[in-house]
């Protein structure tokens, strides 16, 4: 690469970003999966469910990353 200047990742990010393998797509559904998945399931489990797909639903579009 004659005549360009490398840019190095810790000149562009910050600290506090990590580098990860992308997973899965958050669809919808992706949520719906999981929310049948609380709806056939029982207590603490199904709560826990419940509240990831509740919190996944406002990330539809975006990846889940590993």
Not at 24 to 48: H, M, N, P
């Amino acid at each position: 690469m004659k005549g360009k200047k490398l840019v190095k990742k810790q000149e562009v990010a910050n600290d506090k970003l990590m580098s990860g393998i992308a997973t899965q797509e958050i669809t919808s559904d992706f949520v719906l999966e999981i929310y049948e998945r609380a709806k056939k399931s029982r207590g603490k489990k199904k709560k826990e469910l419940i509240a990831i797909a509740e919190k996944l639903s406002k990330h539809v579009g975006k990846w889940l990353v590993e």
